[in-house]
T-cell receptor, first 113, second 114 residues
């Protein structure tokens, strides 16, 4: 049973466009939602994270939108650049757990120049 | 801050030999570290949770006698793949937990078993 459903599986965006990746969850015990960026052959890097008491968090060109009632959260990449081409993973942590994360299956983003 | 290193970054070994991978948190102490395996174009598969000073907790289906994990200090965890076989070839990634719930990942180790 996949606890965090991520979509789309792959995404192609033109340079300067907005990239949007969505994640949905069922477990209401999740209390922390990070996003990771992974380049080929590298480990994932923390991009941005949000707690459910906040509806939006922005860091530079990256924004997380969080809808607690719908149990959905999304990553928006504004002014997408070719250097943003990577695989993005959403994740969720259960309240009280020891840092253990449940990951989505990932989205391969390609930004064309 | 929050840098995690892994060594080696890649290793090639013969079938039947053992390989040790080190994971270090360089600028923070980590009571909890994780070991993942990742197949090409797939998500991260958690293998085990490593707690400093205690036995690792393995995920269902992961052979604890094959994948030995030791977390002897607050900055070092090791994964030893014993009697490696070609099917163990994969990308292994460690991470270290830091408040408030984030995992910081190492750069990964590419293991190829001939």
């Amino acid at each position: 049973q996949q606890q965090v459903k991520q979509s789309p599986q792959s995404l192609i965006v033109q340079k300067g466009g907005i990239s949007i990746i969505n994640c949905a969850y069922e477990n209401t015990a999740f209390d922390y939602f990070p996003w990771y960026q992974q380049f080929p052959g590298k480990g994932p890097a923390l991009l941005i994270a949000i707690r459910p008491d906040v509806s939006e968090k922005k860091e530079g060109r990256f924004t997380i939108s969080f809808n607690k009632s719908a149990k959905q959260f999304s990553l928006h990449i504004m002014d997408s650049q070719p250097g943003d081409s990577a695989t993005y993973f959403c994740a969720a942590k259960v309240r009280g757990s020891n840092y253990k994360l449940t990951f989505g299956k990932g989205t391969l983003l390609t930004v064309n120049p | 801050g929050a840098v995690v290193s892994q060594h080696p970054s890649w290793v090639i070994c013969k079938s039947g030999t053992s390989v040790k991978i080190e994971c270090r948190s360089l600028d923070f102490q980590a009571t909890t570290m994780f070991w993942y395996r990742q197949f090409p174009k797939q998500s991260l598969m958690l293998m085990a949770t490593s707690n400093e000073g205690s036995k690792a907790t393995y995920e269902q289906g992961v052979e604890k006698d094959k994948f030995l994990i030791n977390h002897a200090s607050l900055t070092l965890s090791t994964l030893t793949v014993t009697s490696a076989h070609p099917e163990d070839s994969s990308f292994y990634i460690c991470s270290a937990g830091q408040s408030p719930g984030t995992q910081y990942f190492g750069p990964g180790t590419r293991l190829t078993v001939l």
